[in-house]
């Protein structure tokens, strides 16, 4: 199995491993594809001219992760980390973005949303699917409520 990059890197080091056969879907702001010699990742390219959505996921999966640390002084929050897909790496531009692959929901109409954060916007059930081991992550989290997040009089003391 290739080894997936990680953190930032060039574009065109995430563009060689897009399976351009290998369509997995298409969104309003990307297309994904699969990865060449690996099962277990998409890479998602954005196709507008301010790379916005991979640039959120990317910053939100890195608070999710940080907040899942035991750092001294602050208290480790680990609710989160499983509900998120995994993103790996993203490219200088934000143009291509490599994340942990998810299988379709296998009963859409019966998803239940009420562990994840209401701060995510988009909450179509094609927006998240399963784990190999039948856990539902989310896997388009670009569309944040930063007027939610942000305003500290919104706070539900949840998250
Ligand atoms: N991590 C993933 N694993 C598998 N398929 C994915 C993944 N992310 C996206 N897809 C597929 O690609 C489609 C479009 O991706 P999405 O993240 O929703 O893009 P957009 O931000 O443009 O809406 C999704 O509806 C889904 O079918
Ligand atoms: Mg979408």
């Known amino acids: 199995m290739k080894k997936i990059p990680e953190g930032l890197v060039e574009d ?9 056969n290998n369509e997995l879907g298409t969104g309003t702001t990307r297309r994904v594809y699969g990865v060449k010699g690996s099962q277990d990742f998409v890479i998602k390219q954005s196709h507008r001219p301010f790379h916005y959505s991979n640039f ?5 999966w890195h608070a ?3 907040m899942a640390e035991d750092i001294l002084g602050n208290e480790a929050n680990l609710q989160l980390l499983e509900l998120f897909a995994r993103t790996a790496a993203i490219s200088h531009s934000a143009e291509f973005l490599i994340m942990e ?8 109409d019966r998803l239940q949303l009420g562990g994840f954060p209401d701060w995510l916007n988009d909450r179509k059930p094609s927006a998240f699917g399963l784990t190999g081991d039948g856990r539902v992550k989310v896997m388009d989290y670009a569309m944040v409520n930063f007027y939610q997040v ?7 003391g949840r998250f």
Do not use: A, G, M
């Open 150 to 156: 942000l305003n500290p009089l919104n706070r539900s």
């Open 12 to 20: 065109q080091i995430l563009k060689n491993l897009i399976d351009f």
């Open 101 to 108: 692959r998810l299988q379709p929901l296998k009963d859409p």
């Open 56 to 60: 959120v996921e990317w910053t939100v």
């Open 64 to 66: 999710v992760d940080k």
